[in-house]
């Protein structure tokens, strides 16, 4: 018997490839595949969505109606009329101004100084060699794992020896530094700063400081950005030292918000319409560097 031929392989046609007609879905393989997502998908990222957002639109529901209204079963969900009185009545019983200043001069310093310290040693534990660098830090992420609460007294009794007590400083030059974001950057420049960079401007002649302000820089700022706005919100709610060190004098808004409300029966909804003013600064910073914290946090996840 003899074997059958196979039959002739069709010529290759050449050009451009053949687009599919309108209306069929279009599959791709490998790492350039589209993938198209179904109703449970947003059906998830729905309900992720309210959830996450029913908090602050139950804030904005209480601080537009009064205590009473709240009192009420079952209560209102829909916003009322009395925004505007009780934003009034929060600023007759505390002085929210003077605090929204302060909050914003201790949180932009210790942003801004965080910032810049954590970048300045995450590069140089990521990039630089020197002697001891494991060592240091290993002792650096190991100060994560103390409890704040511990340093409290001894943190008080070094700010009252210098003076400092119901004074700004008392709370900001504590917080310039983090041990969180000295390992946030440092991985960040470990993974987005090439080493051949760094060589070719050691062999332009470039000084550590040069390469730090013209190369590091550019290359941090989305991780800058991501870190900035975790330190400001860190700085902006906290409410354990501020109470300790300064006084209602010279308060920053969570102390402040402490004075709002009071009596026999706590008013909740001038509480939250405080707490709605304290609320709108941190959305602000948001807007502003939004899309610099989105590309950081989807860079950091492609490149990790």
């Excluded at 630089?128 to 100060?143: D, E, M, P, Q, V």
């Excluded at 020896?161 to 008392?170: I, K, M, R, T």
């Amino acid at each position: 018997m003899t074997a059958l031929a196979a039959p002739p392989a069709a010529p290759e046609k050449d050009g451009p490839p053949q687009t599919p007609p309108p209306g069929r879905r279009v599959r791709r393989g490998g790492a350039g595949r589209t993938m198209k997502a179904g109703w449970l998908s947003y059906v998830i990222l729905g309900v992720a969505l309210l959830i996450s957002a029913f908090p602050f639109y139950w804030t904005i529901v209480t601080a537009s109606r009064s205590n009473a209204d709240m009192a009420k079963v079952p209560p209102s969900l829909l916003p009322g009329p009395n925004l505007i009185k009780n934003f009034e009545q929060v600023l007759d019983e505390a002085d929210i101004g003077k605090a929204l200043l302060n909050s914003l001069i201790v949180s932009g310093s210790i942003t801004v100084g965080t910032v810049l310290c954590c970048t300045l040693a995450g590069f140089a534990f990521a990039k630089l060699r020197f002697k001891g660098r494991n060592a240091l830090l290993t002792l650096t992420i190991g100060t994560m794992m103390i409890p704040p609460q511990l340093g409290v007294i001894p943190l008080f009794m070094l700010i009252a020896e210098l003076q400092w007590v119901n004074q700004l400083q008392a709370v900001i030059l504590p917080g310039l530094v983090s041990a969180f974001g000295v390992f946030f950057m440092r991985q960040y420049l470990v993974q987005s700063l090439p080493d051949e960079l760094i060589e070719a401007a050691r062999v332009d002649g470039a000084s550590t400081a040069r390469i730090f302000w013209s190369i590091v820089i550019p290359i941090a700022r989305p991780g800058m950005a991501v870190l900035g706005m975790l330190t400001f919100m860190t700085a902006w709610n906290d409410f354990f030292w501020p109470i300790i060190a300064l006084s209602s004098q010279e308060p920053t808004v969570q102390v402040a918000l402490r004075q709002l409300g009071g009596g026999y029966v706590n008013d909740q909804s001038v509480i939250m319409a405080g707490t709605l003013l304290g609320t709108l600064p941190v959305l602000l910073v948001f807007g502003l560097l939004g899309r610099q914290i989105v590309g950081g946090i989807m860079q950091g996840a492609v490149k990790g």
